[in-house]
């Protein structure tokens, strides 16, 4: 045996090509995808033009898995109806959607998005049950979203991240590809722990459906951070929106915008958008009431075309409009008490609420907003809220509770609408008490970041090194650190015992530092392994067991 690996370790130093390539997108390429496929979490894949999965098949992307949206083809990924994605990561290997430009120059729509399509009722203007999705080309490659199933199951996402998405594909406002666009999904999909950074149009939307949600990321969206429409009636919990200053869309950018359907005040088509969200913290672009803005961004809360859109025990800060209601069925929905913004904290806002004309019936938006028996607290300043630091940003933003802070009490979970068994009662407001639950999968510098790697130090080491793993043995996750004392171009590959590269983890340029990369092997049998580096002439290779 011991020959052998010594053998082996001489094969692997001398070999430098005939290795298989870093990029894979035969599997993600303009095409249709109608049977089971799983791709390999070793492996980084492009995504090319539109990838429709067709019913009945299942794509499967393990954790770890790497997707980089192609920006000439307009890398674009639809789960149509009946299909299903099992992209299951977890906090310490989420799954990564992202933009192929390099750090620094990365920026919103470098790619199209992720669209996921169910069977679940919705609402059209023309009351068809079913309609295609906005943002694909109708004409040459529709896909089609809505049915009669409200449990339709479209699959799971989970510790999920998508970068850099959404784009105007067709140059008319209002169809658009989002970072993740839902059209039609079902109760029986599960979407946890999503984060959509810098997307060029919505950060989500919702077309119709039933789907439930919890924890979502909106970060530094150029359009509206959650969006909904046609029908959408899911249940969502711990939610975060984050907005740059300086990124807003010239429809006007809010944090809520709820829709039923069409501009037409007499539009109350069945099944009405009727969302409930809870513990919701938006964190809007006015960090100080002399902050200049883009001029672009209107309200924290936009509610109109007769939506019935709730909001509970959640945290407003720092737009220039807190609630605008807009449309006398918005108006006559709120007196009457089928939807609500009950205890909510409203900070730093320009305008508390605005009231559209067609509101009428002597509706007050400010008046309303406080109402005593709703609880909602309106402070001057986003300080008084007493976040640990929410425009921390890149920079260690933290949106959790200091102590003392109003945000830790306040929450009510008796109302009818929160009493179903999906919600979490809690008694702070605001999607954070005392966990941050976005710690370890969640990226809030995708601008600059290397994708998959983290640097540990910037300090110029004196040496090339490539470190032994640890945990060694493992199962299925181990790290993998090497230093570079100069900027160079680093491979790094895994290799079984007799010689097959099975994993193709690294071919960037690199800066110097001191570098940490998470292997997850859950694709890989039990076995020994070897992985080896090449930068800049250096070239190390050291053995590791896998035990499952």
Not at 90 to 119: M, N, Y
Not at 249 to 278: C, H
Not at 282 to 308: A, D, V
Not at 468 to 496: A, E, G, M, R
Request: aromatic letters at 12%; glycine letters at 10%.
């Amino acid at each position: 045996m011991r020959n052998l690996i010594l053998t082996l370790l001489v094969s692997l130093a001398l070999c430098t090509s005939g290795f298989a390539q870093v990029w894979d997108s035969t599997t993600l390429n303009n095409n249709n995808i109608t049977s089971n496929v799983t791709l390999n979490a070793g492996t980084k894949y492009i995504m090319k033009g539109f990838v429709y999965v067709k019913s009945p098949a299942v794509l499967t992307i393990p954790a770890g898995t790497i997707i980089y949206g192609d920006k000439s083809t307009t890398g674009t990924l639809i789960i149509e109806r009946g299909a299903k994605i099992s992209a299951i990561g977890t906090a310490s290997q989420p799954i990564v959607f992202t933009s192929r430009i390099a750090p620094g120059l990365r920026g919103p729509g470098d790619w199209g998005g992720v669209i996921l399509l169910g069977k679940a009722t919705i609402n059209t203007v023309g009351g068809a049950d079913t309609a295609a999705i906005e943002g694909l080309p109708v004409s040459t490659a529709p896909a089609y979203y809505g049915g009669n199933d409200d449990n339709d199951n479209s699959g799971t996402m989970r510790y999920v991240r998508i970068e850099f998405p959404g784009i105007n594909l067709s140059g008319v406002s209002g169809n658009e590809i989002n970072g993740l666009t839902m059209g039609g999904v079902g109760r029986g999909t599960t979407l946890e722990y999503i984060q959509v950074s810098y997307s060029g149009d919505d950060s989500f939307e919702w077309f119709g459906g039933t789907v439930n949600c919890k924890y979502f990321i909106a970060y530094k969206g150029v359009d509206d951070d959650f969006d909904t429409d046609n029908g959408f009636r899911g249940k969502c919990q711990y939610f975060l929106g984050i907005r740059d200053s300086n990124i807003a869309d010239v429809s006007g950018s809010n944090g809520f915008e709820s829709d039923n359907n069409a501009n037409n005040p007499n539009n109350f088509r069945n099944p009405r958008t009727a969302p409930i969200f809870t513990n919701v913290t938006l964190i809007g672009p006015k960090r100080t009431s002399t902050t200049p803005i883009n001029p672009n961004f209107t309200r924290c809360e936009h509610i109109r075309r007769n939506s019935k859109l709730s909001c509970y025990n959640s945290i407003y800060m720092g737009y220039p409009v807190g609630i605008r209601f807009d449309g006398t069925g918005v108006a006559n929905a709120f007196n009457g008490d089928s939807m609500a913004i009950k205890n909510l904290i409203i900070a730093g806002m320009t305008t508390l609420a605005d009231t559209t004309a067609m509101a009428g019936n002597g509706f007050n938006g400010p008046n309303f907003v406080n109402t005593p028996a709703f609880a909602n607290r309106v402070l001057t300043n986003n300080t008084d809220v007493m976040l640990t630091n929410p425009y921390g940003y890149e920079n260690n933003g933290n949106w959790l509770p200091l102590t003392g802070s109003p945000a830790l009490t306040g929450a009510n979970f008796t109302y009818s609408q929160l009493l179903d068994p999906f919600f979490t009662a809690t008694t702070y407001v605001g999607a954070f008490g005392t966990i941050n639950w976005t710690s370890g999968w969640a990226q809030f510098n995708p601008m600059n970041y290397n994708v998959g790697i983290n640097l540990i130090s910037s300090e110029v080491p004196v040496l090339y090194t490539l470190n032994q793993n640890y945990p060694n043995p493992f199962n299925p996750s181990t790290k993998i650190n090497f230093s570079l004392p100069k900027s160079s171009l680093v491979t790094l590959k895994v290799f079984d015992i007799t010689g097959r590269e099975v994993a193709n983890l690294l071919n960037e340029k690199l800066n110097v530092g001191t570098y940490e990369f998470d292997f997850n092997a859950g694709n890989l049998n039990s076995g020994i392994y070897f992985y080896r580096i090449n930068a800049d002439g250096f070239t190390a290779t050291k053995k590791m067991m896998l035990i499952k």
